[in-house]
């Protein structure tokens, strides 16, 4: 017995050496690049230690209205309910995962009612506990553990992912709600002032001062306005719906604040001009202590701290689910491996059973048993070693995947910021430029009214006017849709 038990120890010994190095556990060898952001001036000049991917969502947000509509989307949104579906059955698989080392228990119980001939029927019974425990001398347990740790891990960047993106999408939703306002105003001012001039052909025509031509001109011009009216308020319907289908909700009105009420992402960078003499007098022109200038600084680069490659890496979901699935797909080729190793099952009943063999006896006794069992494959048609190169292959895969995502990640950071910069540049030109045509729009008009402009100058100038007040709004929209674009792509918002 003593030989037998000695023989089994050193059998197991040395099948646990063999195995030696299917217990190792995944390290990450995967650099990200030092310019991984780019080598362009704006990118150096935006750079630091922080980064405002650090900011939470309510530091990022300020604007308390669109805080409570952010809140209410991620309370409410089927997509982000379902990821979080997602990661609580990840979390069961690996509560099954863990149970694996612990042995199975069963209560099988059975009873027989046998007649041979003529003889008496015989009744017999088994009352048995059967216990199974598999052996992890190889480490197919802990590499199956090990990689439902690694799924769970993906659940959970998966369910930030969904998050951020809703939290981007809901934001810029919201910000274009403001613009299409700020748009519809100007129109229906422009709306009242092309109004006016309308009515100034028209006296001019009916004194034989103007032509039938230049007031059908002047009101085709005017019926414009009145359509691009029309289609804003349909546009501003369409976003409110599609907020609407974030908070799963039917078709309602969208709350929100005037645009510029509230800073994007830093007190410093706040969507107003530094006060002076000129936003003075924009002031006293709206008369509503708003500026219909917004402002470039919530665009400038020197506001936005992106941080350094290590930064991103740390924060951006996607970047640490494509990292999880390279360590779940190491411990998948470890558990590939370990089949190639024998596997090794102990197996033990006891119960009470009346039958002992070819007797039967009553009352029943108490039977206890214990096997173990070794299972060496030798030929299993090509399935271990095609499942062991196969899981290879995936791992490689991801690894490739892996620096793309990095790759893809730094190309986002650099466009983000490009797009702030050329916000930033046009925004000068276009607030210049809404300056001059107002000038010139005024002046036409009192040229027209004097009988030393025609009509076409004055329909020239306001046409001019408008489309440049129409894209200066759309600039500036524009110019913060790349500020949230550039806060997720640094892994903002996951917090």
């Known amino acids: ?57 309510r530091e990022f947000f300020t604007d308390p209205v669109l805080q409570s509509l952010i809140e209410m989307v991620l309370n409410h949104n089927t997509d982000l309910n379902s990821a979080r579906i ?11 995962a863990r149970m ?56 959970q960047m998966r369910e930030e992912a969904v998050r951020a993106n809703l939290i981007s999408t809901t934001a810029q939703q919201y910000y274009m709600l403001q613009v299409l306002d700020r748009q519809l105003e100007i129109l229906t001012m422009t709306d009242s002032l092309w109004n006016a001039s309308l009515e100034t052909q028209k006296t001019l025509w009916e004194n034989g001062k103007s032509y039938s031509t230049a007031v059908n001109q002047m009101e085709s011009s005017y019926l414009n306005v009145k359509a691009q009216i029309v289609d804003t308020r349909r546009y501003i319907r369409a976003t409110e719906n599609a907020i609407c289908r974030l908070l799963a909700v039917t078709p309602q009105h969208v709350n929100r604040n005037k645009w510029g009420s509230s800073a994007l992402h830093h007190p410093d960078a706040r969507m107003s001009l530094p006060r002076s003499a000129h936003r003075d007098a924009l002031l006293a022109k709206n008369g509503d202590g708003t500026s219909e200038d917004t402002g470039q600084r919530m665009f400038d680069t020197q506001f936005l701290k992106i941080g350094i490659p290590a930064t991103m890496l740390e924060m951006r979901p996607d970047i640490r689910m494509a990292n999880a699935a390279m360590e779940e797909a190491f411990y998948n080729t470890q ?35 214990f096997v173990g069992s070794l299972t060496q494959p030798i030929f299993a048609r090509g399935k271990i070693k095609g499942n062991y190169r196969i899981s290879q292959l995936t791992e490689e895969d991801l690894k490739q995947k892996y620096a793309q995502t990095v790759i893809d990640a730094g190309n986002q950071v650099n466009e983000a910021l490009a797009d702030c910069e050329a916000a930033r540049e046009k925004h000068h030109f276009y607030h210049r430029q809404v300056d001059v045509l107002r000038e010139a729009y005024t002046g036409t008009h ?45 892994g903002g918002a996951t917090k």
Not at 18 to 30: F, I, Q, V
Not at 86 to 96: F, N
Not at 336 to 358: D, E, K, M, Q, V
């Open 446 to 490: 009192e040229l027209m009214d004097n009988g030393k402009a025609n009509y076409l100058e004055v329909l020239t100038a306001q046409e001019s006017l408008l489309n440049a007040q129409l894209s200066e709004a759309m600039n500036m929209y524009k110019g913060a849709q790349a500020v949230i674009a550039l806060y997720i792509a640094l």
């Open 1 to 57: 017995m003593k030989r037998l038990s000695v023989f089994f120890a050193t059998a197991a010994a040395s099948l646990l050496l063999t195995g030696c190095g299917l217990y190792n556990k995944y390290e990450h060898d995967s650099e990200v690049p030092a310019e991984a952001f780019g080598t362009s001036q704006d990118v150096l000049d935006a750079g630091g230690d922080t980064s405002i991917a650090q900011m939470s969502w």
């Open 100 to 155: 694996a080392y612990l042995p199975s228990l069963y209560f099988s119980p059975q009873g027989t009612l046998a007649r041979f001939d003529d003889n008496p029927w015989s009744k017999t019974y088994n009352l048995p506990l059967q216990l199974s425990l598999d052996a992890d001398v190889f480490g197919s347990i802990t590499n199956k553990k090990r990689a439902a740790q690694a799924v769970l891990r993906q659940a």
């Open 335 to 369: 558990a590939a491996r370990a089949a190639f190793f024998p596997g090794i099952t102990l197996n033990g009943t006891a119960g009470w059973t009346n039958s002992a063999g070819s007797a039967v006896v009553n009352p029943g006794k108490l039977l206890l048993s």
């Open 86 to 96: 997602a990661v609580e059955k990840s979390e069961a698989a690996l509560k099954m």
